[in-house]
């Protein structure tokens, strides 16, 4: 894996410490809270996201966290929207259930994890074959990062994904993401914040991993893969002005989502926005 480490100036040494530091101390407070609005208004996304005329575009998968559908995720569609993609973005809810439950559910239970993740490569054969031409993407954010490399993993032969990005993992570290990352076409790019200690750090070590190892998750320590396809983007004080804190609940923004991962959607190869962005 190709790891991007900040680009500190001396000014910004601070930042690198203090900022994702009590970033990290909100995150479950924080996290509470957004689940408790969930089944309001601010889980819903755009009516127009994903209709015909975009899916000849293009379609880019959003799947949220194990919270269930939530402001997070939403934001995510509304992110890559605002970044200009023209392409359909649907959020698949993989993660919706019984409030609080779910969140059980959707980080334990391996057959869910399957289930889901063929939901996905149903979604991803059937679009392909509706418009042959339409690049797919996936972006994922905590527990649904896990169900992206379980459903690229899982594609056909005949299916490349052009770009899948995890923000904030809950994969174990040592989990090998290079067969993921060969049926990419472009890259497989995990975003990863060292003021993530709470939810991928002490809470994966108490409650596993998605692919169920009691440890730090990638989503803060990183991977132990290495392939040319895989890329961490590590976070950095830049970031601050997206919304992008180190931390969890701020780890796939709306601003960071709009400026940083749609420019990396949006070009045809990826190359020089992601290079930008690293």
């Given amino acids: 894996m190709i790891f991007a480490r900040p680009k500190l100036h001396r000014r910004g040494h601070w930042l690198a410490y203090v900022v994702p530091l009590i970033a990290g101390m909100i995150d479950l407070p924080y996290g509470l809270f957004i689940r408790l609005l969930s089944p309001f208004r601010c889980a819903q996304i755009p009516a127009n996201a994903d209709t015909p005329r975009r899916q000849r575009r293009g379609l880019t998968i959003v799947l949220g966290g194990i919270e269930g559908p939530s402001y997070f995720n939403a934001r995510m569609v509304r992110g890559v929207l605002a970044a200009g993609y023209r392409g359909a973005v649907r959020r698949l ?123 730090p998750s990638g989503g803060l320590v990183g991977f132990e893969s290495r392939h040319e396809k895989l890329v961490a983007m590590r976070w950095r004080p830049s970031w601050l002005r997206h919304w992008h804190w180190g931390n969890h609940t701020t780890s796939a923004s709306f601003a960071f989502v709009r400026d940083i991962i749609g420019p990396i959607l949006l070009s045809r190869r990826g190359g020089k926005a992601l290079s930008r962005a690293c």
């Fill in 93 to 215: 809810d993989w993660n919706d259930g019984i409030l609080f439950v779910r969140s059980a559910v959707n980080l334990m239970s391996r057959r869910h994890h399957e289930r889901e993740a063929r939901k996905v490569v149903e979604i991803a054969v059937a679009h392909q074959a509706a418009n042959p031409c339409s690049p797919i993407s996936i972006i994922a954010q905590s527990g649904g990062c896990w169900i992206a490399v379980r459903a690229v993993e899982l594609m056909p032969e005949s299916i490349r994904v052009s770009t899948v990005v995890l923000h904030a993992p809950a994969i174990s570290p040592g989990y090998d993401l290079t067969r993921a990352a060969e049926r990419c076409m472009h890259a497989l790019i995990s975003v990863e914040g060292c003021g993530d200690y709470v939810i991928v750090g002490l809470g994966t070590l108490l409650f596993g991993t998605s692919d169920r190892r009691h440890q």
